[in-house]
């Protein structure tokens, strides 16, 4: 099949435009692939349940009997090891669950850091 010469340039120049534009696009224009943009949604919604879940483990915390100490406990603990030791707590086991939440004990160690300096 011939096509004339006057195509050509037209041609080139839309397959180079599209490249260009696709490479500025997902460089400086903002643009995700569909999985990018699943992950993405997906990791802000569990920091925002976990968010909305951290005033659940303060009040946990507060309400424990032998609150003092299992902070004792939290605060001997190297910083690395006081998630283990707030999940071991039972606080960061939230209603309706058998085992504690890893984000939320660390949200939660990090929203008692006051009490726990």
């Not at 003092?68 to 283990?84: F, M, N, V």
Request: charged share 20%.
């Amino acid at each position: 099949m011939n096509y004339p010469d006057w195509l050509k340039p037209y041609v080139l120049g839309a397959v180079s435009g599209a490249a260009l534009a696709t490479v500025v696009g997902f460089t400086w224009g903002g643009w995700v692939t569909g999985g990018d943009a699943r992950q993405m949604s997906e990791t802000m919604s569990d920091d925002k349940v976990i968010a909305a879940l951290v005033p659940v483990c303060v009040a946990k915390a507060s309400a424990d009997l032998n609150r003092a100490a299992k902070l004792e406990t939290i605060r001997g603990a190297s910083s690395y090891q006081q998630r283990e030791a707030l999940m071991e707590a039972g606080w960061a086991t939230m209603p309706g669950t058998d085992i504690p939440n890893r984000d939320l004990a660390q949200a939660c160690v990090k929203a008692l850091e006051p009490e726990l300096s």
